[in-house]
């Protein structure tokens, strides 16, 4: 094998820069609804423990729709399954932003979750596949690198909302039944 054989060529580094980048999506998602929990259960006047089933049934959606994605995707295809999942999250995110009342953003986090459990396995799936064995190594490695800048962006998100919030009194949820909220989910 040459050298040439495990160059990455500029396909190939768009399709990763795609499918890593939808796959961020689930992930940030998932962020940024845990830090809006207090928020959440203020604008909608409900218990925490009630808002903290939109977290809940999201992750439950997730985990059940990864079998079916690790089938489906030699039944229907990799690109006709990684667009059906983009559309289900972006149809489940812009419902979730439009939500009125507690039980309809729990019902539409759940479509998220489906939408994020269709993409999860994909990110692998079809970088796996798009590289080949002689790249598959390199590909790798750049998940990696997508783990460790998003569990770090996460972690930096998580500390900054709190100190706004604490900062400044958790302004958001005091502007009575506010609806800056909204805009946690059509951004992912």
């Not at 997508?146 to 706004?164: E, F, K, L």
């Amino acid at each position: 094998m040459s050298s040439n054989d495990d160059r990455m060529d500029g396909r190939l580094l768009a399709t990763i820069a795609v499918v890593l980048l939808g796959g961020l999506l689930g992930i940030l998602n998932s962020t940024m609804a845990a830090v809006a929990t207090g928020s959440l259960a203020t604008v909608f006047d409900t218990s925490l423990s009630t808002v903290g089933w939109a977290s809940t049934g999201f992750l439950l959606a997730v985990t059940a729709t990864i079998p079916f994605t690790t089938w489906a995707v030699d039944r229907y295809g990799g690109k006709r399954l990684w667009l059906a999942g983009l559309g289900v999250f972006l149809a489940g995110s812009l419902a979730a932003g439009l939500a009125w009342d507690i039980g309809s953003l729990i019902a539409f986090r759940v479509v998220q979750g489906f939408g994020a459990g269709l993409l999860d396995p994909l990110v692998l799936i079809l970088l796996a596949r798009a590289a080949g064995a002689p790249r598959a190594g390199r590909v790798m490695g750049l998940m990696g690198g997508r783990a460790v800048a998003r569990a770090r962006a996460g972690a930096d998100r998580r500390w900054r909302d709190t100190r706004v919030a604490v900062v400044a009194g958790d302004v958001p949820a005091q502007r009575g039944r506010g609806g800056w909220w909204r805009w946690c989910s059509p951004y992912g």
